[in-house]
Structure formats: C-alpha cells, structure tokens
C-alpha cells in the first residue's frame, strides 16, 4: 500500500524539487482552439507549476466538469483568395479579407465591393 501525503508534505517534497505550483482563482472558463473546434471548460480549476531547472517554462493544469465541444466554422475563402483579391482591388490583405467576409467568400463580390 502506498504511503499517503497530504497537501503540506505534496507541497514540501515539490519545492526541494524546485517546483512550485499556484492556484487561479475566480477561473470562468478555459478555451482551448483547435482548427477544427474549442474545447471550453467553464468554472475550471487551473494551477500553474512552474519548474526552477526549466527557465521560463510554465505548465498549467486545468480540471473542470462542465465541458462543451463546439465546432469552429470553416472559412469559405483560402490564403490564396486573400491575396488575389487584394492584388485585383490593390488593397491590403486584411481589408481583402474582410471583404470576402462580409460577401460570404465571393471572390467577383469581393472585388467589385472593393474597387468601387
């Protein structure tokens, strides 16, 4: 049988490792992005550990029962629609990208909307 530690040993043991380990409090939620969908987690725990041998180096653990999986919308446009667009209405590739938003990935739309 394992010997058991409590809270205060856990926490001796970790910093004559080197390691410490906060607490977030007040944590609403926790999105994790994907391509393809987020992961949220509401009313999550996290902690934050941080290692004195890894310089820099932070690691968050993140627990939580209320878990949502939504699906991300794809873009109707790629990279290269961006760039067409903004080379045919010679306008930046942000504006080139908002307008194939707002046409619903339109390139002749977004073109026309553009240069006129």
Request: proline residues 3%; negative net charge; without cysteine.
């Amino acid at each position: 049988m394992a010997p058991s530690f409590d809270n205060r040993q856990a926490r001796r043991m970790m910093d004559r490792m080197g390691i410490s380990m906060d607490q977030f409090d007040n944590v609403e939620e926790v999105i994790i992005r994907m391509p393809d969908k987020d992961v949220v987690i509401k009313g999550a725990e996290v902690a934050e550990i941080r290692t004195k041998a890894t310089s820099g180096t932070r690691m968050f653990q993140v627990t939580g029962d209320d878990i949502e999986e939504r699906m991300r919308e794809k873009p109707k446009y790629t990279k290269e629609d961006i760039l067409l667009v903004a080379q045919q209405a010679n306008v930046s590739e942000a504006k080139a990208e908002q307008a194939l938003k707002d046409t619903n990935g339109d390139l002749a739309q977004a073109i026309l909307r553009l240069s006129s």
